[in-house]
């Protein structure tokens, strides 16, 4: 593309496909494909997270994307301004099914270079593609309010994103959200390295994957977006932190028992036997 992902040097454009509808899916990837030699789909998929991912991945990433705005539990508008929050490599063609009047202003709001009714992809696809693989919308399409991929994203980098799929949520891991977590309470990278075992560079990846994931870009985002969506529930501590917890709060109370010569644990009123106690603590540790 001319805005930092150059075309393929063969001239061809590479182009992604999103829609939950597999039947349309197929068809959409395969008029793509017939339509020009110089069209190569590369992918095409019904999960949103998925589309994200790719255009998030230097490997995977689409000169183009074409996804339909009616996708379930996530709208086209947000997956485009999750992409465009972060990149403006990816052109961006929104199709429906319905009057394109229904979706236009959320699709320019979400930096997309177009919107097209699926029954008129036939006339209007390659021309929308050609375009947008250039991060410009077409002639018709300025008209209409849609921008160019550069100045979208310019717009929207450093935004939270307003709305996430339940896939979405789901996506972060135990450890990311364990990390994620340990900075929510102020611990510095340091201090979560050394409480978690692990090194900082590891904990910059753990960060990087859950900034990915969410469509965000810094650890900033990525907590204000945690703290939005409630996506830090103290009960899906893993193993490793929940026992530097239970640790932690388990000694300062345990530190005045001393065994006895009579091999037990000397407590108010009543005797432990020290077996008993060490089998309760290797539960913790």
Known sequence: MGLGNELDAAGVIRIGVLDNDPFALDAMCAMISAMSRDFRVMWGTGSPAVAIEHCHNAHTRPDVLVLDMALGGITGADVCRRIRRRTSKVGVICVTSYSTDVYRDEAIAAGAQGLLAKERLKTDIDEAVRRAALGMPTAAQVEAGFRDAASAHAALSGTVPAKMSEDMKDSLSAREKDILRLYAQRLTTDEIAARLGITKGSVFTYVHRAADKLGVTSRREVLEACARYDLLQSDSLDEPVRTTIIRSSLLPACCWLRPSSRN???????????????SILSWFW
């Open 264 to 278: 037990t644990w000397p407590g108010p009123r009543r005797m432990f036997p020290q077996r008993r106690v060490y």
